[in-house]
């Protein structure tokens, strides 16, 4: 899936997320998502996600290319991960799905 910005690439190889030594997800199905100007991202799909360990953020950011995104912390960890759960149109494939600013490890 892509538009003139953003290129979505499906994968089904295992990525991890830890952050403070902390397992946070871990999945065989994220999106790697690949926007210009911007680092690639894996959204993981809640379901591989430790949710409970994670806060929902009183952040929200708005992207002209993605839509709304709220934020989640852990403990004093703030706006560790971000998720559009109403994204624009064309993005619905990420909808839920979590992404972080650490880097996902293979």
């Not at 003139?4 to 089904?12: F, K, S």
């Not at 993981?44 to 929902?56: A, G, I, K, S, Y």
């Not at 912390?73 to 992404?99: F, N």
């Amino acid at each position: 899936m892509q538009n003139a910005r953003i290129t979505l690439y499906p994968t089904q190889q295992r990525m991890q997320m830890r952050v403070a030594g902390i397992l946070l997800a871990d999945s065989n199905n994220t999106l790697e998502l690949h926007e210009h100007g911007y680092l690639p991202r894996h959204y993981f799909p809640r379901e591989d996600v430790q949710m409970d360990l994670l806060t929902v953020s009183e952040t929200t950011t708005y992207c002209p290319f993605k839509g709304c995104a709220g934020y989640f912390s852990l403990a004093e960890r703030r706006d560790i991960a971000w998720s559009y759960d109403g994204p624009i149109e064309g993005m619905e494939a990420i909808a839920g799905r979590v992404a972080f600013y650490e880097k996902v490890s293979e």
